[in-house]
């Protein structure tokens, strides 16, 4: 039998990543089936409510007190839980003791008297206020946090631009100024590339590509995803421009975007068309013609916005990349290869996607190949999935979304989300593909190839079961020098079977083949 149990701590704080960390290894000790350790907020005992671990007590919590609730078998005592939480919370501390905390603004640039950038990651309700009182102590900001509203993000930027700072974000999750990697970001070799990236992984792609063909950046400038909407009107992707304009060390410049308001994207490239500097833009599944008529160079691909931005460096002829790096008889050789494998019935996409952009690039240039594709971020919203954690016929999923994030880390950071969900679509007799994306770099998980590779080798060897099989493609957003080891990650899923191409857009290119040929 099982049964909820729970600890409850009055006034007793813990931040809420340690705390999202713990739950999941709370989870993996024997005989416990559900785990949720955190803050009394109302989010976490709405979260505790629906994993069916609540109850009176822990509903009248304040965001003050701490608990953590458990539903497992009756032989699990909740202080044996305890114990093992609070061994964990004394390993997390010890292993920050020798970095400092600042607990204030004000204490940290008393700290670092000199500093000049703030990255700020708090509450969505307190996160304006912060990057505010740092805006006006003439500090570029770069705000991680999301739930800010669309006004407060105009005010804070609208006082940016009036002191000539940077106000990345809200919600910015990759930047590298002056060679240092900021939040999710890969390491990078400086070199003569700015971007400016309105997407955190689409920035991440570009600029790991830019690093694999041998070039580097000069500064990663990110705005956070709303910046091209009409309410923000581009303000901080207009302010990232002239920055990389007036960058001496700065020769070729990138834009990156999903497809802005039409009245955003004019402003944008006006703000271009005399460039001193070749630009790049790459408006993810954008205007082609309109890109054009201003001078840039239009992009197909993220891989392409790359490999564009490297030639214009170079002083090289700029053409569309919309192939391989394998030649054509390799590529047939092996979507036959894998053609072949299928049993009667298999036909369907899987995409399981951490990075939102790599999803909805996937989706757009899959759309043409094989049909409508279902998706928690659709193109259009018809095919917009009545129930996310159901797959239905084509389906690309974004484990980064809010749904799948709420109370929870991000899958970049925690991916058993993902993996959870893998070791369900198994069952599932008519898939045929599963596309994958792993973005390594800092702040991603420490081994994210690691996380998944059982739920891989799980689902295919469940479809092996049935006779049927399962062909997984993949690809690495990462570079030789990322923490994670591109090389050995690359290794490790090759040996589980996973095809492994250079890029997304390649690795989508193939899916697309192979799910052509079995129709």
Do not use: W
């Not at 298999?346 to 049909?371: H, N, P, V």
């Not at 006779?467 to 090759?494: F, H, M, W």
């Amino acid at each position: 039998m099982s049964s909820v149990k729970f600890e409850i701590r009055k006034n007793a704080y813990y931040d809420s990543v340690t705390l999202m960390i713990i739950s999941k290894e709370i989870k993996k000790i024997d005989g416990v089936k559900e785990a949720l350790v955190g803050m009394g907020t109302d989010l976490n005992k709405e979260l505790a409510e629906n994993l069916s671990i609540s109850n009176d007590e822990i509903k009248n919590l304040t965001p003050n007190d701490f608990f953590v609730t458990v539903l497992a078998e009756d032989n699990v005592q909740i202080e044996t839980i305890s114990g093992e939480v609070d061994r964990l919370l004394s390993q997390k501390k010890k292993s920050s003791e020798s970095d400092y905390m600042p607990p204030t603004l004000e204490s940290a640039l008393n700290h670092e008297p000199d500093s000049n950038i703030v990255v700020i990651s708090v509450a969505g309700e307190y996160a304006a206020a912060e990057a505010k009182k740092a805006l006006n102590n003439d500090l570029h900001v770069m705000l991680f946090s999301d739930n800010v509203t669309v006004e407060q993000e105009k005010e804070l930027k609208e006082l940016a631009c009036e002191k000539g700072l940077l106000m990345m974000g809200p919600d910015c999750g990759t930047a590298i100024i002056n060679n240092v990697p900021l939040a999710f970001a890969n390491v990078i070799k400086k070199g003569h590339i700015g971007v400016v990236g309105a997407s955190g992984t689409g920035t991440q792609e570009v600029t790991v590509i830019i690093d694999k063909l041998g070039e580097g950046v000069s500064q990663v400038i990110g705005t956070g995803g709303r910046d091209l909407k009409s309410e923000i009107g581009g303000l901080m992707m207009l302010q990232g421009i002239e920055a990389l304009k007036n960058d001496p060390q700065t020769k070729v410049i990138v834009l990156i975007s999903k497809p802005p308001a039409e009245e955003v994207a004019e402003k944008v490239l006006k703000a271009i068309e005399n460039s001193s500097k070749p630009v790049v833009v790459d408006f993810i599944g954008g205007d082609r013609k309109l890109i054009e008529k201003y001078g840039a160079h239009a992009c197909v691909s993220l891989e392409d916005a790359a490999r564009k931005a490297v030639a214009l460096l170079r002083g090289e002829e700029v053409k569309d990349f919309d192939g391989f790096d394998l030649s054509d008889a390799e590529i047939e050789k092996l979507v036959d290869e894998e053609v072949s494998k299928f049993d009667k019935g298999q036909k369907y996409l899987r995409a399981f996607y951490t990075g939102g952009t790599l999803a909805d690039e996937a989706m757009k240039l899959l759309s043409g190949e094989i049909g409508n594709i279902y998706s928690n971020i659709p193109l259009t919203p018809e095919y917009k999935m009545e129930n996310a954690k159901v797959s239905k016929e084509h389906t690309c999923i974004d484990f980064g979304d809010d749904e799948f994030t709420k109370g929870k880390p991000h899958p970049m950071i925690d991916p058993i989300g993902r993996v959870e969900r893998l070791m369900k679509e198994g069952d599932d007799e008519e898939m045929a593909v599963l596309l994958m994306d792993f973005v390594l770099g800092y702040g991603s998980h420490e081994d994210p190839v690691g996380e998944m590779l059982p739920s891989i080798k799980e689902a295919k060897e469940k479809m092996a079961k049935k006779g049927k099989y399962l062909c997984v493609v993949g690809s690495i957003c990462g570079t030789a020098n990322d923490p994670q080891s591109l090389e050995e990650s690359q290794r490790r899923l090759e040996e589980a079977g996973v095809i492994v191409m250079p890029s997304n857009a390649q690795a989508v290119r193939l899916a697309g083949l192979i799910l052509n040929k079995i129709k």
